[in-house]
């Protein structure tokens, strides 16, 4: 008796159930942008790539970080504007404000550290997501990963500081 052969996922879940997760974040950001802003001790570390289609920022801040940049969410940051396809936010880099724009297709982790909700998205791994234009799968993980160099990505906070 011959096996069939699996069925070929015409339906493209795992990029639907990606784009539903990117939901996700594209909604904490709608709600961190409300006059309310953020409840209680919610923040947000949002990290994308950064040579993704459709990242923009200072040349200067985003060639520090050639793949990946993570930004914090939480008492310093100013116009965020979560759009339908991607976010814009201005944030201080060196003391000086400077704006960036992400698309939700280009965040590889979001993390809530308050709660510990954390939401990856990895590489695509099968050509049906990477056909329809995603990115990856979403899986939730412990804690977010710590660079090699922890100071490749540590933004003082020292200016924000009450003395």
């Known amino acids: 008796m011959a096996q069939e052969p699996p069925a070929q996922d015409q339906m493209h879940y795992e990029a639907m159930a990606q784009e539903a997760l990117r939901g996700v ?12 802003g953020l409840p209680g001790a919610h923040h947000f570390y949002v990290t994308f790539k950064t040579d993704a289609p459709g990242v923009s920022g200072p040349v200067d801040l985003l060639s520090k970080y050639p793949d990946e940049m993570t930004i914090v969410l939480q008492h310093q940051y100013w116009d965020l504007a979560p759009g339908e396809t991607f976010f814009s ?36 791994t099968d050509g049906a997501a990477a056909a329809a234009g995603e990115t990856g799968n979403a899986a939730p993980a412990a804690a977010p990963e710590t660079p090699a160099d922890p100071a490749e990505k540590v933004v003082s906070l020292d200016q924000f500081r009450k003395k």
């Open 25 to 36: 974040v594209k909604a904490a950001l709608k709600r961190a942008a409300s006059p309310e």
């Open 89 to 124: 936010v201005t944030l201080k880099f060196g003391g000086q404000p400077k704006r960036v724009s992400v698309p939700y297709a280009a965040v590889s982790r979001f993390y809530d550290p308050s709660v510990q909700f954390l939401l990856q998205f990895e590489a695509a």
